[in-house]
């Protein structure tokens, strides 16, 4: 018997065994304790420095290996174990590759196809208190992400809520919400899970009229009574941790962040934006308004954002993520009042709300 250094690649410990050579296998022992038998046809050779034979065994772990440098066992071995020289686990990089591909592509479909479903299902199931919790996780990274303040010049912000009482109360919904305007430069509105809107401050600024901005809020309002938010949140959620899995960060660090933005960022689904288009109209119609002055309001941002030769250099947030079609924008036009009613802000509280973010 020889002496030779043995690893087991589950601890660092250097381990002096001693060899013993069979036709059929090669026997490991440290002292009197047995350590391992390997069978002649697995033992194979790995890189090792010059007087010394490395081996390992196929299919033990990458780490373990026995370092040999008595030359009359190392021929010994070499006669003995035929399959000395085969590539160690020969198999399994083209494993390795065809699993990993497999993986990818399993939480890609699932990102793709079955959390849209999931999210779908779940939403209804989620109570309202959790999902008024949620929103304020969000809501607080959605005013890190924009470090704007909050507009409340008291008379804008008394035409504000005047506003959307009118909306709330539209169609006898009473669709519980909290309508904010956030100064930012980002044309854009956002409805949060929990009721939470934001309407942001360049959007309101393109608005030429209290209909046209009243059709927005109407819109974010349809998708807090759809609960869209919850559903971008779960799916959002779902896809932060899958892609976690498949780059190597589920510790759910920045999740929130990535998430926040998400719903800020990504655009419902076409049936939650004609849902949406939908409850405006009718909540506008109801009130003797019509609903097309919010497709005014998108078309003249949308031609805002052409160049002279017709072809879009800029996709604005809003419609970014209410992305506008001709059918949406057709639909809107044919939502007409039966009967016209009385506008829904004088103009001193039109321009109060224009004014919201001034301060004193």
């Not at 050579?21 to 010059?50: K, N």
């Not at 009967?339 to 103009?347: E, K, M, N, W, Y």
Request: hydrophobic share 40%; aromatic share 4%; with cysteine.
């Amino acid at each position: 018997m020889a002496d030779a250094v043995f690893y087991d690649g589950e601890s660092a410990r250097r381990r002096t065994v001693s060899i013993k050579i069979t036709p059929s296998s090669i026997d490991l022992q440290e002292g009197p304790e047995w350590v391992a038998s390997w069978p002649v046809g697995e033992v194979r050779r790995r890189d090792a420095p010059d007087g010394i034979l490395r081996l390992t065994r196929e299919g033990a772990p990458s780490l373990v290996r026995l370092d040999v440098a008595d030359a009359e066992t190392q021929a010994a071995i070499r006669q003995h174990c035929r399959h000395l020289d085969d590539t160690v686990h020969r198999e399994r990089p083209g494993r390795i590759l065809f699993w990993s591909a497999a993986a990818a592509v399993s939480i890609l479909l699932c990102v793709f196809v079955l959390l849209p479903i999931v999210a779908e299902r779940l939403t209804p199931l989620i109570p309202a208190s959790y999902e008024r919790r949620l929103g304020t996780a969000v809501d607080n990274q959605i005013r890190t992400i924009f470090s704007g303040k909050i507009c409340k010049e008291p008379r804008g912000l008394a035409a504000l809520e005047g506003l959307v009482a009118q909306l709330r109360g539209a169609q006898g919904s009473q669709v519980d919400v909290d309508v904010l305007v956030l100064e930012s430069k980002v044309p854009n509105a956002v409805a949060l899970p929990g009721g939470r809107i934001y309407l942001f401050k360049a959007l309101l600024d393109e608005a030429q009229s209290v209909d046209e901005i009243a059709g927005v809020l109407a819109h974010e309002i349809g998708h807090v009574a759809h609960r869209d938010g919850l559903r971008k949140l779960i799916q959002a959620g779902g896809t932060s941790y899958l892609l976690g899995l498949l780059l190597g960060d589920v510790t759910g660090g920045g999740a929130i962040v990535v998430v926040s933005r998400y719903l800020v960022d990504s655009a419902y689904s076409r049936e939650a934006e004609v849902a949406a288009d939908d409850f405006a109209g009718s909540a506008m119609t109801a009130l003797g308004r019509p609903a097309h002055p919010m497709a005014l309001l998108l078309k003249r941002i949308e031609d805002e954002h052409e160049d002279d030769d017709g072809n879009d250099f800029e996709v604005p947030a809003f419609l970014s993520t209410h992305p506008v079609t001709d059918q949406r924008l057709k639909a809107l036009e044919n939502q007409v009042p039966s009967r016209p009613g009385a506008p829904l802000l004088s103009d001193e509280q039109w321009r109060a709300l224009k004014e919201i973010c001034k301060t004193t």
